[in-house]
């Protein structure tokens, strides 16, 4: 008899041989292993990734499964893990982080019997280097109660770590995000908002959530890299929400919640273009380009993200022509000493 799988976790993985057996030893947790599928979408790895992989489909068959793709960035494999997931529940788990497997089996307990379309819970960010575990909970928020998503939207930021949602929402409004691109976690995050109806906290620890590794592409020198995926990632969502807001079951708190998220975005994206030699014109011109495009497409956001950064604020009410002066005298407020002209 073939047992129902409550979980699928999809976990992209491109080069991550270094990490990948704890990530795959920490879902074995005996008790609940036939409700879980285990997707180990191999986006074109280079290294022994797949092979590893492999090893866990051969001796777990009925929970592991190895899916060799291109190499399409981490919007692809996710895209992937949708399209083949066949549990009730769906979250995701990079190559290079794992999870408390007591908490993993405590989780498909609890989603047994759980109907909420959006569910999250407790995860610890654990530094690289040190091995210090930060926990990231969710005080004032109702336990173990199915709420409405919009009572929950005004109260909290709640990230991919967090995360678990009803496949079936992803499927059935096709949910598909942002390929060969980085930052698209916040597409994940928030293109099903529109069709979350309930939502539930348990107050438990599952994800690990690895944090300080140089090479991250949410370092600076990530940020840096990748800047055109983060301002495209920024105007994609600005486009969804723009035409949700055209349908005639738009929910306006829902369109506060995706605002204000996009609007932190933009205030990030303002530290990034800041973070380059300042004497470098080009950026300067990509950042002014950028929050131009930003007050066309979402005027409200375009506010919002002008009362995150006074930085910012400045700059917009000065036509950026102090850009210079003002930047270093942010960063010197914000006690950032090493400033370049």
Known sequence: MTVEKILTITVPSYNVEKFLEKTLDSFLAEEVLGELEVLIVDDGSKDRTAQIGKKYEEKYPGTFRVISKENGGH?????????????????????????????????????RTCEADYVFTNYYEVNDGTGELHAVTFPGIRTEEVIPFASLAGETRI???????????????????????????????????????TAVYFDIFVYMYRLAQATQSVSMAGY?????????VILHVLDYINEYKKQPDCDEIKVGYMSHRIAEMTRDQVDIFTSFPLSDKSIRRRFQEFDAAVKEKSPSVYE???????????????????YVPIVKLSKMRNGETKTEN
């Open 224 to 232: 840096q890299k990748h800047i055109q995926n983060h301002i495209d």
């Open 75 to 111: 919007g692809s494999t996710i895209n992937r893990g949708i399209r083949e997931a066949r549990g009730k529940y769906f979250k995701v788990v990079d190559g290079d982080d794992w999870v408390d497997t007591d908490g993993l089996a405590e989780l498909i307990r609890r989603l």
């Open 304 to 322: 919002k993200s002008g009362e995150y950064s006074g930085m910012l604020w400045l700059l917009r009410k000065t036509g950026f022509r102090f």
């Open 159 to 197: 990230s991919m770590h967090a995360l678990v949602l009803k496949t079936s929402i992803l499927k059935e409004n096709r949910i598909r995000l942002d390929e060969h691109c980085f930052y698209v976690d916040v597409e994940y995050i928030l293109y099903p908002v529109p069709y979350l109806k």
